[in-house]
């Protein structure tokens, strides 16, 4: 029992990985799903494509590698956070689609909320903002929407859960209903520095406690599965950002990762101490092991990835993410084209939910290269934003190097242009499935198959560091028709 199977459970596709004994990757599978759009600004996922998906991608990838259940010590799982799952108690089917994370419908019931004064509140025991981005406004929702749910939930016959939830709660055939402290942080619903589900704000969401899973540890047991042909404790759940700071060995306060997916996330460790952000950044927590929190300050970017899947499906200009890098690099430089990405709203330091995206600077000969070159700058500009409001909380000096992975970080032309647009360097590692990686590490320290928090910080290693090539002048300028740009689309 010398192999970890690590369960990716992300917004547009599941993988599965198998690592080794050395935590080297030996096999992947990964399978997209379909997502929904059922309105402007809805964004939702059919609970029963997402495990259907994981169930495909475990099996396949044991499968090719020939690697049974009795060779796994133990599952790590990892997610796509604040998407929000009802089911019922009984069969384990969900009430409604999945909503997902992007998803803006609970505007309203934010405004409302802050209109009333309660965000101080909310945000003094969460860390986090009344935006629709977060899942208790989600299951107000539901609970309010579905017909007969909030009777249903009143009556103990409803289960919520972030995705971690309902894979373990299917995995386990319905017998372990539970999350990790990683992913409870995201809800809006659980006090982070008491480590509890905050009865006060369920009370004001109007969230029955008894639809809540039981928090843990980010390694610990979350009960035995049996669906893939042996028994297979599942010991290692973090939400993916989470995940991916683990998987970069972040665990000192002051480092900082960066992870380039749908979105874009990036966690300052801040020690055992919360920081309270006065950027309008978020405090969570990075992970809690041995019932001890570390937190974080994060930075979210909704649109990252995705804005890369735009120009591939939408505007169609090309057929396949890394082409996005190649036509970028053959831009006209005297052109200054600047796209805003705001398709699902603006994120940190923003917040504005009902903000939607924008072109700006094009003339007649603005092109396909010059768009592509826009689409991946606003990925740099907006990690800017977030570096210059997590050095406000933190203090941090210019030497601070940034760690970054995703699939965006492959792109060498994407990553340069973040060096330049930060004048900083940027790391990116051998081992680019950090996320990955993070969940599996959990599950292989719990079964005691892999080395310490000591022991696994000394096997990161270094696939290249970008540093700036631009001088200080155009990369102020760049950045200041960034903020311009920005402005204009948040006054539309």
Known sequence: MTHIL????GTTSSRAILFDAQMRPVGTAQQEFPQHFPQEGWVEHDPEDIWSSVLHVCREVM????????????????????????????????????????????????????????EDDVTAQT?????????????????????????????????????????IWRLTEGRVHATDATNAARTLLFDIHSGTWSAEICDLLDVPLNLLPEVKDCAAYFGTTTVFGGD???????????????????FQPGMMKSTYGTGCFALLNTGAQPVQSKNRLLTTI??????????????????????VQWLRDALQIIDAAPQSGELAARADPNQHVVLVPAFTGLGAPYWKPDCRGALFGLTR?????????????SIAFQTRDLWHAMQGDWGADADVILRVDG?????????QGLSNCLGAPVDR???????????????????????????????????????????????DAAYDRWQRAVQAAMAF
């Open 6 to 9: 690590a369960i990716d459970q």
């Open 63 to 118: 499968e090719t590698t020939g690697i049974s259940a009795d060779q796994i010590a133990g599952i790590g799982i990892t997610n796509q956070r604040e998407t929000t799952v009802v089911w019922d108690k009984q069969t384990g089917k969900a009430i409604h689609n999945a909503i997902v994370w992007q998803d803006r419908r609970t505007a309203d019931i934010c405004a409302r909320y802050k209109q009333a004064g309660c």
């Open 127 to 167: 860390g986090l903002l009344l935006d629709p981005y977060f899942s208790g406004t989600k299951v107000k929702w539901l609970l309010d929407t579905v017909s007969g749910a909030r009777a249903r939930a009143e009556a103990g016959d409803l289960l919520f859960g972030t995705i971690d939830s309902f894979l």
């Open 232 to 250: 297979i404790p599942i010991l290692g759940v973090a939400g993916d950002q989470q995940a991916a700071t683990i998987g970069q060995a972040c």
């Open 286 to 307: 990075a992970y809690q092991l041995d019932g001890r929190r570390t937190y974080a300050l994060e930075g979210s970017i909704f649109i990252a990835g995705a804005a």
């Open 365 to 377: 000969n603005s092109g396909r290269a010059e768009i592509a070159r826009a689409t991946l700058e």
């Open 407 to 415: 699939g965006m970080a492959a792109s060498d032309w994407t990553m």
């Open 429 to 475: 590692p051998v081992m680019q499935e950090t996320t990955a990686l993070g969940a599996a590490w959990l599950a292989g320290m719990k079964a005691g198959v892999y080395p310490d928090q000591a022991g696994f910080a000394e096997t990161w290693a270094l696939d290249r560091r970008f540093e700036p090539t631009m001088d200080q002048a155009d990369r």
